[in-house]
């Protein structure tokens, strides 16, 4: 069993610019999720993905958008990259029997 | 008032003592804990997982958990330094929601 797993594993963007953060879920999993974890913090819920709709959404401005494909795999959309994006970027997955998410190894983006 | 209360540390101790940590929280809707642990630059490992008011052992792993007090504890026998790592308690409302992490507590077991 692969895991989560996300690509790119570093991304380095300049302000202004758009970015599209990939993650395919655990198998058997049908739920994504997508936190950002700055520096020294705890992750942030961004938003929520299962059968291919948002389910949920944290704080975050419409600048950051999403999407799920039918083999559940997602993908994290950031457009007009600020300074304050640069973070490490979470994709957990997790299956419809409980609250068990497991976490990818993250995409560190750095904007310039 | 954030939802998740978590020191950060950092936390030193020698190789064979005793870690104990611990979070409270304010939102008495939570009612999954879970324990990760993240070494630098990786993603969350998941340790523990409870549900319910009461201990919960695994290896040298136990998690506690008072409904009542709001008050979630995580103790480590027998440290060893691949212990050192951030260590983060995680809460949520339902069992398929979003995750609601404390900002993790820093560990530094010393040989």
């Known amino acids: 069993d692969a895991g989560v797993t996300q690509s790119p594993t570093h991304l380095i963007k300049t302000r202004g610019q758009q970015v599209t953060l990939r993650c395919s879920p655990k198998s058997g999993h049908d739920t994504v999720s997508w936190y950002q974890q700055a520096l020294g913090q705890g992750p942030q819920f961004i938003f929520q993905y299962y059968e291919e709709e948002e389910r949920q959404r944290g704080n975050f401005p419409d600048r950051f958008s999403g999407h799920q494909f039918p083999n559940y795999s997602s993908e994290l959309n950031v457009n007009a990259l600020l300074l304050g994006d640069s973070a490490l970027y979470l994709c957990a997955s997790s299956s419809p029997r409980g609250a068990e998410a497991f976490f990818g190894q993250g995409t560190r983006l750095t904007v310039v | 008032q954030k939802e998740v209360e978590q020191d950060p540390g950092p936390l030193s101790v020698p190789e064979g003592a005793i870690v104990s940590l611990n979070c409270t929280y304010s939102?008495?809707?939570?009612?999954?804990f879970m324990w990760y642990r993240q070494y630098s630059r990786k993603g969350p490992e998941l340790l523990m997982y409870t549900y319910s008011s009461g201990n919960k052992e695994d290896g040298r792993f136990t998690a506690q958990v008072d409904k009542s007090s709001k008050y979630i504890s995580l103790f480590i026998r027998d440290s060893q330094p691949s212990d050192s790592a951030t260590y983060l308690c995680v809460l949520t409302t339902d069992s398929w929601g979003k995750l609601q992490f404390g900002a993790g507590t820093q560990v530094v077991v010393t040989p």
């Open positions: 939102n008495s809707a939570f009612q999954y």
